[in-house]
T-cell receptor, first 116, second 114 residues
Framework: AQTVTQSQPEMSVQEAETVTLSCTYD???????LFWYKQPPSRQMILVIR??????QNATENRFSVNFQKAAKSFSLKISDSQLGDAAMYFC?????????????FGKGTTLSVSS | ETGVTQSPTHLIKTRGQQVTLRCSSQ?????VSWYQQALGQGPQFIFQ???????GRGNFPPRFSGLQFPNYSSELNVNALELDDSALYLC?????????????FGPGTRLTVL
């Protein structure tokens, strides 16, 4: 069975600084997708960034980028120029590919606090 | 484009009762997934519906059941509520035909069982 592990229950960063959130996963599949979702206190889960396992290039979305290490099964999220609005719970998630509509498997999350 | 909506926002029930939660998919999406998120935990997959049929199920007992309607909206029904059913219930919609099939989440329903 696939598992997702986030080893940092809490992280903190100052405004304008950079922070990296860690995620490791376990799978025997060769093709899959990885996601980072953000869940602010409003509760709505928002997609931050997505990575296809077959792509070697790391995904980037504005201030958010990932470091995808397929052999190490590692998928970290880097937030640059942190803003107060980045404060939220961040979840790493895995999904099998080549099968429409499969479930997302989530880690336990990392709570990120941002101070001014 | 209309996002995923859920109702109600909050709900309080007593042990043994039954509850129905509702979800409207994002416009154009034909797949709905339901997740249970206990406090301080990541969401756990309950089941998924694709074109009105159950398409996959997580490790939840049969008292958790669902429906998907022709307009792709969905219901989650939980019978014989237990205290441990207290959680945030999230609905996510996706377009199964998409290669990436990204799931977009609603704001959730907070269920409290007393």
């Amino acid at each position: 069975a696939q598992t997702v592990t986030q080893s940092q229950p809490e992280m903190s960063v100052q405004e304008a600084e950079t922070v990296t959130l860690s995620c490791t996963y376990d799978t025997s599949e060769s093709d899959y997708y990885l996601f980072w979702y953000k869940q602010p206190p409003s509760r709505q889960m928002i997609l931050v960034i997505r990575q296809e396992a077959y792509k070697q290039q790391n995904a980037t979305e504005n201030r958010f980028s990932v470091n995808f290490q397929k052999a190490a099964k590692s998928f970290s999220l880097k937030i640059s120029d942190s803003q107060l609005g980045d404060a939220a719970m961040y979840f790493c998630a895995y999904r099998r590919a080549n099968q429409a509509g499969t479930a997302l498997i989530f880690g336990k999350g990392t709570t990120l606090s941002v101070s001014s | 484009e209309t996002g995923v909506t859920q109702s109600p926002t909050h709900l309080i029930k007593t042990r043994g009762q039954q509850v129905t939660l509702r979800c409207s998919s994002q416009s154009g999406h034909n797949t709905v997934s339901w997740y249970q998120q206990a406090l301080g935990q990541g969401p756990q997959f309950i089941f998924q519906y694709y074109r009105e049929e159950e398409n996959g199920r997580g490790n939840f007992p049969p008292r958790f059941s669902g429906l998907q309607f022709p307009n792709y909206s969905s219901e989650l029904n939980v019978n014989a509520l237990e205290l441990d059913d207290s959680a945030l219930y999230l609905c996510a919609s996706s377009l199964a035909a998409e290669t990436t099939d990204t799931q977009y989440f609603g704001p959730g329903t907070r269920l409290t069982v007393l």
